[in-house]
């Protein structure tokens, strides 16, 4: 009956999926891919001419930013738009609208297996403080944590209204946290961000002579302590919009269960 009765979010959820993947992650990608193509392959390339070697690595990166750029963009968009394919389907051939909220969880799934594989193997999780790659020169210090906040989290703010149910909302919720804050971050050694020496790393860029108050053994701990908790704000950021997914879940699970129960009651009242 939730499927039944919620067409119009159902709908609606996939559209604003595919609108978010499309204008967000396409446009970064598709950007950064200029930036790639006509910046730094144009400049080497014309480094490169008559050196067959050179040429050829050229052509070589050329390629894997295409694929790395639009790969994982790609296969969203395409779990996304087969999704509604799939409901339109469903609903129009009178099936179990059951199956609606089950394609819909295994798309949210396929989301997640997209965001980890994007980020275990395109994205630089390890990148020292003075590297200019992966999300570093965007979010500073955060790096990837900042960047799943930004491009990859917001699609999973559509549980906030898309009519799953509630076991089903904290396992698609779970998991994605699993795989994109502990899994892969675990296996990358993404966490070394946030090491000691690290931020001793990034903080000596703005001081090359190393003689600010943060250098200073009797502040030097503290700095770095500081550093660290600001550096994971992003993190604890989408801890509590897991947290607070799964609560209004619960809650919206409970009214609906209490308004269906009262409205089987009040059925059977009438038919006597």
Same mark, same amino acid.
């Given at each position: ?48 001419? +008559? ?138 050694? +993404? ?20 003689? +600010? ?28 919009? +897991? ?30």
């Amino acid at each position: 009956e939730l499927a039944a009765v919620s067409k119009s979010r159902v709908y609606c959820g996939y559209v604003l999926a595919l609108l978010f993947v499309i204008v967000v992650q396409f446009g970064h990608n598709v950007s950064n891919l200029f930036i790639i193509i006509e910046v730094l392959l144009d400049f080497y390339g014309k480094e490169a001419e +008559g050196d067959p070697a050179a040429e050829k690595a050229v052509n070589e990166l050329r390629t894997e930013a295409y694929l790395s750029n639009l790969l994982y963009p790609f296969l969203a968009l395409f779990f996304w738009g087969c999704g509604l394919a799939g409901t339109l389907a469903i609903y129009r051939r009178n099936c179990r609208p059951q199956w609606v909220l089950v394609l819909l969880e295994a798309v949210f799934l396929l989301q997640i297996v997209v965001m980890g594989c994007d980020l275990g193997l395109n994205q630089t999780l390890t990148s020292s403080a003075d590297q200019i790659e992966g999300w570093q020169p965007i979010f500073g210090v955060s790096g990837w944590v900042a960047a799943i906040a930004f491009y990859q989290l917001p699609i999973f703010l559509l549980l906030f209204f898309v009519p799953l149910p509630f076991l089903q909302t904290s396992f698609i919720t779970v998991m994605g946290i699993l795989v994109n804050l502990v899994i892969v971050p675990l296996v990358g050694n +993404g966490w070394v961000i946030f090491s000691y020496e690290r931020i001793k790393e990034t903080l000596s860029l703005f001081d090359e002579d190393r003689e +600010g108050p943060c250098f200073d053994p009797e502040y030097q701990d503290l700095c770095i302590q500081l550093c660290q908790w600001n550096a994971s704000l992003p993190a604890l950021s989408i801890l509590f919009i +897991g947290l607070m997914i799964i609560i209004a879940s619960f809650s919206s699970s409970v009214t609906s269960r209490r308004n269906y129960t009262t409205k089987r009651l009040v059925r059977v009242l009438t038919m006597q």
